[in-house]
């Protein structure tokens, strides 16, 4: 069975973060929702002439722009030397709660799907108990990823057409990758084959329901202004929420699925009297949402998707 979305053509190319996109509403096939291909959809957000839609029949969100966007292109043609601080310190708290839980005192094969600039297989290199490997489809990324950072393990490609022998990793991870893939079967399908029995797959994901709620908030307050970040609609195909994320793992073949609680990214800046006041407030917001979906039995979780889930037994079912 192939993708539900597999039959829709695309509508148009990406175009700049914060700009109107010519042609956004233009409708040329009807769009058919990646988790239940129903067609009926109502409008909940609209970014730079891009609506963001919400399935009828299964309450899924998602992009209206259906073009694929062009992630080999991502980081341009050279990543510049030096710290990026985003995507190293920013997250490096984050990366060490992961640590904690799934590398500390154990050993094993791990693959990160979407790897980037390398900095979470670089942070790895202290756990030498583990073979740390990394795939990514930029070429700029990746060369930065090597000569860099020295990670030689990484591969440029996409995961389907990688050379990565079948179930020979205890865990793949993919962090904020899955939100930006139009089409996530294949993807999943083929990190299952990747994965030994019981092996473990990780994904960070944005959680649709607090990232409308503050895309609205910021409409709200000061309208749609050039350069912010919404819902970023044309380089997000999907947005998850815990219901729709669980349903497209399991019929990926995938078991137990279950939401965890990681420390946020940190300020971006790094440095100045933002990064001072912004990390206390992010650090003491991600204790209140733990607390409150600890209490809530998980079932109120505004917090990021931090899924874990076990490969099954049973072969996908798309």
């Not at 990646?34 to 959809?41: K, R």
């Not at 893939?181 to 399908?189: A, E, Y």
């Amino acid at each position: 069975m192939r993708s539900p979305v597999d039959s829709v053509d695309p509508i148009r190319s990406p175009g700049s973060p914060g700009e109107a996109v010519a042609g956004a509403n233009l409708r040329v096939s009807p769009l058919h929702c990646l988790m239940c291909e129903g067609v009926q959809h109502r409008t909940v957000f609209t970014e730079f002439g891009i609506d963001i839609l919400r399935c009828k029949s299964c309450g899924h969100v998602f992009s209206s722009f259906r073009a694929d966007p062009h992630f080999a292109g991502f980081w341009g043609n050279e990543v510049a030397a030096g710290e990026h601080h985003y995507w190293s310190k920013a997250r490096a708290r984050m990366h060490r709660d992961f640590f904690e839980r799934f590398i500390a005192g154990r050993s094993g094969r791990l693959l990160d799907m979407g790897s980037g600039l390398g900095f979470f297989l670089k942070a790895m290199a202290p756990y030498r108990d583990w073979d740390a490997h990394g795939c990514e489809i930029s070429p700029a990324a990746v060369k930065y990823a090597r000569e860099q950072l020295g990670l030689r393990k990484v591969v440029c490609s996409p995961l389907q057409d990688a050379d990565l022998p079948r179930a020979s990793f205890d865990i793949i991870t993919m962090w904020d990758v899955l939100d930006h893939i139009l089409r996530p079967d294949p993807l999943l399908t083929h990190c299952h084959a990747l994965l030994k029995n019981d092996g473990i797959l990780f994904i960070r994901t944005p959680n649709v329901t607090t990232q409308l709620l503050r895309a609205r908030v910021m409409q709200a307050v000061r309208g749609i202004q050039p350069g912010k970040k919404y819902l970023q609609a044309s380089d997000h195909p999907h947005h998850y929420s815990m219901r729709s994320i669980r349903t497209l793992l399991q019929r990926n073949g995938f078991v137990d699925v279950a939401f965890i609680h990681l420390h946020p990214i940190g300020s971006e800046s790094g440095t100045g009297w933002r990064a001072a006041f912004v990390s206390p407030i992010k650090n003491m917001s991600f204790q209140i949402l733990r607390a409150l979906a600890v209490c809530s039995g998980g079932y109120l979780n505004f917090d990021n998707l931090f899924v874990v889930a076990r490969k099954g037994a049973a072969a996908p079912s798309v």
